[in-house]
Each structure stands twice: as C-alpha cells, then as structure tokens.
C-alpha cells in the first residue's frame, strides 16, 4: 500500500515535469521583442537640395546703326545726315530741314526705304517748257549736269520717262504697274535716263521690249537726243591758281598742299559715286579729310 502512493507521487511529478516542458516549447514566448531606441539608430545623412540652374543674364541691346546719306536740291539744309539704318526717305527730308515751297516731291516715293552711301536729290517745280535745275546723273562726268522738260508728255503724245509717274508710265504700251514701278525705282536709284538703251537695265524690259517702247517715248521732253548739256569750263585751275575739285584729275589733285596720291584718288572716287561737290565742307566726307586738313586745302580750291 505504501508503495502504490509512492508511484502516484512520482507518476504526478513526472506528469507536471511533462507538461511544464511541452509549454515551454509549444506555447509562444510572451516577452515583447526588445525596440531599438532613437539614440540607438545610425544617423541619416542628409540628401543635398538640388539648387536651380542660373539664368544666363540677357545680352545688352545693340547700339542702332549709323547710316549717311546726301540729299541736296529743294530742301531747306542740303548736306550729309546721319540717320538710323532702316530709315526711310522722308527722314532724311525732315532732317534736311523739310522742303521748300517749290520742292516738287511727286518724282520721288518719300515712304521708300534709304540705304547707306544713298544721294536724294528733291528737283523744283517749274513752269511748262522750262528747264528744271541741274540734276546730277551717276555716271557721267562729275561736274556734268543735264537741263530737263517739266512736261512729261510732249505734244507727239510722247511720254517722259525721266519725269512720268507710274500711272503716267502704264500709258505706255507694253508697261504695266510692275515694270511702271521698276522704272520709277530705277531712276530714284541711278538717276535720269541719258539714252532709250538704259531702259535694258530696268527688270522686264528686253530688246524686243524697248524696240515697242521706243517709239513711244522721250527724254526730257524732246525726244531720245534731246538732252542738252551747258556748257562747262574746261579749265581745272582758275586765273587765281584756285583748283576746281569737281573738274581736277587726281594728278591735278596732288598739287593741292596736304594732297597726296592716295587722298587725291579717293576725291575722285567720292565724285564719281556721289556726283559733283557743293560746297567745301563735302570734303568731309572722303576718307583721310578732317577738319584741320579741310581748313588746309580750303584757300586752294573753288568749286564750280
């Protein structure tokens, strides 16, 4: 009897010593998993701010191009004027002065665009069958005018393409507005027409063009031959020993005092693009000419 409860006594541990170790590996732990504290994290390293790309700064504005152009006739100040690159005829006009009472502006487009180097030449008004003022054809001889009709129709019917407008010029058989137009722009350009022959240069007018043309047509009122020129001295030095620049070769030049070769062949060229000097102070305008060389040659010359 007494072992039998010795056996219970065992067989009860044994059971309890079981169970304890079957909850020790089957049941969860119930200890919370130990949380990291802030101290103990790394640091982060902080990521750099990407910082905008600068604008490149904007480019100064230009300055606005200087161009000279010469307008002489019928304005109030004729000379060489500065004007802004772009400009147009009516500019210049204005800062000629404007123009005189008899300033006759219906040859010329005053809204059309100048170019630099330009000469604008504003003729006068005249009576019918008399003779305009000298007008200054590129080309010829510097110191060579022309005398022009002021009619621009004869009594032949003719038409004066040296003084017809465009609606004038559409008359014409064979001419429409664009040739009228171009004709008009190329005597703005180059000046008056001397022969029928120069029409050839204008866009659109042909041989066979001019040969239908040429029986309609005049130059300065009288006829394809009709231009007349005054009579111009032939003497390049005065009685005084005054050189006439508007005449002298650049040989005749070099005597001048202060006048070498090279001044001397740029007068000459200035004269030949530009047309014939008016007045002293036109010598500015060549290359290698100041004021103190200008008030050196002034006692040696005349203009005429």
Sequence with gaps: MQSRKILISVSGVVLFLLAGAVSMFVLPSRNPAPVSSPQAQEPTTPQPVPQPTPKPAPEPPKPPQKWYVHIS??????????????????????????????????VLNLADFLSDGVHIHIPEKTAPNSALPAARVPGLPASRTLQVQAQTQTQGGLIDINRASAQELERLKGVGPAIAKRIIEYRQAHGLFTRPEDLLNVRGIGKA???????????????????????????????????DINRASAQELERLKGVGPAIAKRIVEYRQAHGSFTRPEDLLNVRGIGAAKLNQIRPQIVIQ
Excluded at 80 to 85: C, H, I, L, S, W
Excluded at 217 to 237: D, E, K, Y
């Design 73 to 106: 006739g019928a304005v109030k100040n004729p000379g060489v004027y500065p004007v802004p690159e772009n400009s147009r005829i009516f500019q210049a006009v204005n800062m000629a002065g404007g123009l005189t009472k008899n300033a006759d502006d219906s």
């Design 209 to 243: 063009k001019l040969s239908q043309l040429r029986p309609q047509i005049t130059l300065n009122g009288g006829g394809a031959s009709s231009v007349t020129r005054p009579a111009t001295r032939t003497q390049t030095q005065t009685q005084g020993g005054l050189i």
